[in-house]
T-cell receptor
């Protein structure tokens, strides 16, 4: 059983479309991180959110941490083929023990 | 390139055998983390070391052990290997606890 559930598991969209992926848990985390992983590489950190209700923007990516610090969402505006990859959320306790969700595999078709 | 170096990149071994995976953290990073990524379990936290001391333990089997040496490199030892241990093993490092974690490219282990 995964501590963090991500949805959808797979997403295939056309270039230019918007999308949202979700990360949900019954646990409260001290922080939540989003990563992107490309084939043959390790995950790369996109953002860390620590405050309930926090919203962070990274160019076309908008990250939100739920008020209760149990869930998060990642919204991508006008997706591009370069956004293709596995998106992982990770919930942390005391900043040294992160639990990862199973990920959302995103494919953006040109 | 994250600056975290893992060796070997690929390893094929038989059931019952023992292997050692090696990790060199980024220069200056004191904390090292080990993760296992498999198709059915996703990315699982195994263990974390900080400046040579074990700081956090996750879903690490008793057949697995790790250590961090005085020069801060780390090794993950996997013994009595089973088919289900086939996975991608990642090492990650950070300057300190609470800082950004940088992942290596992983070591692919295949147990046959």
């Amino acid at each position: 059983t995964q501590l963090l559930e991500q949805s959808p598991q797979f997403l295939s969209i056309q270039e230019g479309e918007n999308l949202t992926v979700y990360c949900n848990s019954s646990s409260v985390f001290s922080s939540l991180q989003w990563y992107r992983q490309e084939p043959g590489e390790g995950p790369v950190l996109l953002v860390t959110v620590v405050t309930g209700g926090e919203v962070k923007k990274l160019k076309r990516l908008t990250f939100q941490f739920g008020d209760a610090r149990k869930d998060s969402s990642l919204h991508i505006t006008a997706a591009q083929p370069g956004d293709t990859g596995l998106y992982l959320c990770a919930g942390g306790y005391n900043f040294n023990k992160f639990y990862f969700g199973s990920g959302t595999k995103l494919n953006v078709k040109p | 390139d994250s600056g975290v170096t893992q060796t070997p990149k690929h390893l094929i071994t038989a059931t019952g055998q023992r292997v050692t995976l090696r990790c060199s953290p980024r220069s200056g990073d004191l904390s090292v983390y080990w993760y296992q990524q498999s198709l059915d379990q996703g990315l699982q936290f195994l263990i974390q070391y900080y400046n040579g001391e074990e700081r956090a333990k996750g879903n690490i089997l008793e057949r697995f052990s790790a250590q961090q040496f005085p020069d801060l490199h780390s090794e993950l030892n996997l013994s009595s290997l089973e088919l289900g241990d086939s996975a991608l093993y990642f090492c990650a490092s950070s300057v300190d606890e609470g800082n950004t974690i940088y992942f290596g490219e992983g070591s692919w282990l295949t147990v046959v």
